[in-house]
């Protein structure tokens, strides 16, 4: 089995199932989790021995998933980097603005890096208001609201979750053998990832095509045939 880590929905380029291999599983499903860290994060997953294949910041929480196995665990980690305090933000900034005549203060974002459970209720709490008000003052009662309101609120506080659990740095414990699949113009992150061995390949593709490329293919085929080879012999 593979397990793949790739948050639903989010972006256009090719997710990590574009690679066609069989018995990927997806463990990034809904309900999501809601938790702000990343160990916090892993461990509403599963954590089989099986080998983790990992979109960009979704590395960070395969590396918190992979610290959980009793054995080592081939991670594959296709242009791995961070989420920053930034891209919460931003994230955050971009759900309000769903939300038409939208007023009222945002929650401050300088609660984030020391209390991320308390700001993600404040967001819950804040989105679940502004969706709120905007269909009431389109003359929607609270038997109608109920179920969108919930939906938005869940939708857009999963995904600042998962922001927030792929943040920093990480252990520099190894955590098994690691191949990252970078795209043309992805910057190397190695030094963000945990110490050990760690095998890259550059693949001539940009970032949108990149876990589609026969050659990232070809790639994460030849590093998981030999992990299973060293991990059976």
Sequence with gaps: MLMILDYPGRRPEAPVTALGFD?????????????GTGPAYAARLDDSPDPILAYCAASAIAVHLARRSASPRPLVLFDPMPTTNDDVARAYAGAVAQVPG??????????????????LKAVHEDLTRRAEAALRAQGLGDGVID??????????????????????????EPVGPMLQVLSRDHPDHRGWLPEGELTT????????GLTAHESARAGVLSFLTATTRRQHA
């Design 147 to 172: 179920e969108p309101v919930a939906h938005f609120a869940r939708q857009h506080v999963s995904y600042l979750a998962y922001l927030l659990a792929a943040r920093g740095a990480l252990p520099k």
């Design 201 to 208: 390949v550059r693949v001539d593709s940009d970032r949108a």
């Design 23 to 35: 018995g990927m599983v997806t463990l990034l499903t809904d309900p999501l989790p809601v938790e």
């Design 102 to 119: 939208s007023c009222g203060p945002p929650v401050p974002i300088e609660e984030l890096p020391a209390e991320p459970e308390p700001f």
